[in-house]
């Protein structure tokens, strides 16, 4: 489809409709359609943009756009129709081990605006796991035929290639969120103080998340935490990524602790976690997108890994996981902790590879909007 006339007459038709896993409460999904709206719409400011929702009403109040219900298929058709875009992303949409409906459920939205011949683009997406053949085919064939993918990762773009995806421009960027302004962290420090942790001793920032039938590991951060707190006199907080699923994980695991812990027990917005995430020492993240706020907000942190995707973020900046959720040792957990916060802050060399994932991370937008411009 190409566009015709001026500058100002492209803007004015300019309507682009956003699918991905939003109006669930994930504060890592919640961050990445922040993320898209601030970078589209710093570079298309007059952009009538629409999101596909699982909470529309909650969607449009808290990033103040136009949303439908995600399955209300005749305002998606007419969204669809009508749009002049679709961006499928960011985060993990297009794999099959959380779920084989959902991955359907993305590539449908996508084969139906293939099908009507408009642009589409997959943005900043992780890729995989796909275990199942029939999955890796039919994400090959929808592929296959969009405009743009841009993806989070070197190893997104290995899955993809696997799958027979040639014709399309892959590029490999960062992840959106990491393109976000940084966030004064007054309003982290003054929660973290009504709870009773205040800065005149280290904090450590844990993220953790249930996964599948994995609890063994609950008893050996339980551990490790008990140990840091003894031998920095550090304030161990957990902070949900994901209310009350996260919630219920941390509290498991701070009942396992012999020492003293808190547990946030709100839920958050995207500028408050980030906010959260510069008010503590060291994050340690289960949760991919604990990690990633805290290198946003350059706050240094330790990734437990779960997924391909935590060791791939890792990978990009340089550093590697302190474990595995499945093997998870007490000792690494300890050691580097305390490493961290005797150094207080990131190495150089891992805050440059992150300056350079920030200005990746902008060029998703910039490829987006150039699709709108493109004759």
């Not at 791939?312 to 959720?325: A, W």
Request: net charge negative.
């Amino acid at each position: 489809m190409a566009f015709v006339g001026s500058k100002d007459e492209v803007k004015a038709m300019c309507k682009i409709l956003i699918s991905g896993y939003y109006g669930f409460g994930n504060a890592g999904d919640e961050a990445l359609l922040s993320s898209i709206l601030q970078a589209l719409l710093e570079l298309e400011p007059q952009a009538e943009i629409t999101v596909i929702s699982g909470n529309p009403v909650e969607t449009m109040s808290t990033h103040k756009v136009k949303a439908i219900g995600r399955f209300d298929m005749w305002k998606i058709y007419q969204a669809v129709y009508s749009c002049d875009m679709l961006i499928s992303g960011g985060g993990s949409l297009l794999q099959d081990v959380t779920s084989a409906r959902s991955l359907y459920y993305y590539l449908s939205i996508i084969a139906l605006v293939n099908t009507l011949g408009k642009r589409v683009m997959i943005y900043a997406q992780g890729i995989g796991p796909l275990r199942k053949s029939l999955a890796r085919t039919t994400v090959g064939h929808v592929l296959n035929q969009v405009s743009q993918i841009t993806v989070r990762d070197h190893a997104s773009k290995e899955e993809l290639l696997s799958l027979g995806i040639h014709d399309v421009p892959i590029t490999v960027t960062a992840d959106a969120v990491l393109g976000m302004h940084p966030v004064d962290t007054t309003v982290g420090r003054k929660m973290l103080e009504s709870y009773g942790v205040t800065a005149d001793r280290p904090i450590v920032g844990v993220s953790v998340r249930s996964w599948k039938d994995c609890i063994d590991y609950q008893e050996t951060l339980a551990e490790a935490l008990d140990q840091i707190q003894t031998t920095k006199d550090a304030q161990i907080v957990f902070i949900p990524m994901q209310h009350r699923e996260d919630t219920m994980e941390a509290e498991t695991i701070a009942n396992l602790m012999k020492t003293k812990s808190t547990v946030l027990a709100d839920a958050y917005s995207t500028t408050e976690l980030l906010a959260l995430s510069g008010s503590v020492d060291v994050m340690i993240g289960v949760r991919l997108h604990a990690l990633v706020f805290s290198a946003l907000m350059e706050t240094p942190c330790l990734g437990i890994s779960y997924d391909p995707k935590i060791l791939n973020f890792l990978h990009m900046i340089g550093e590697v996981p302190v474990g595995d959720l499945h093997t998870l040792e007490v000792e690494p957990i300890v050691a580097r902790t305390v490493e961290a916060l005797e150094r207080g802050n990131f190495t150089e060399t891992v805050l440059e590879n992150i300056h350079e994932l920030r200005r990746n991370a902008l060029e998703n937008a910039r490829i987006a909007i150039g699709m709108l411009h493109d004759k």
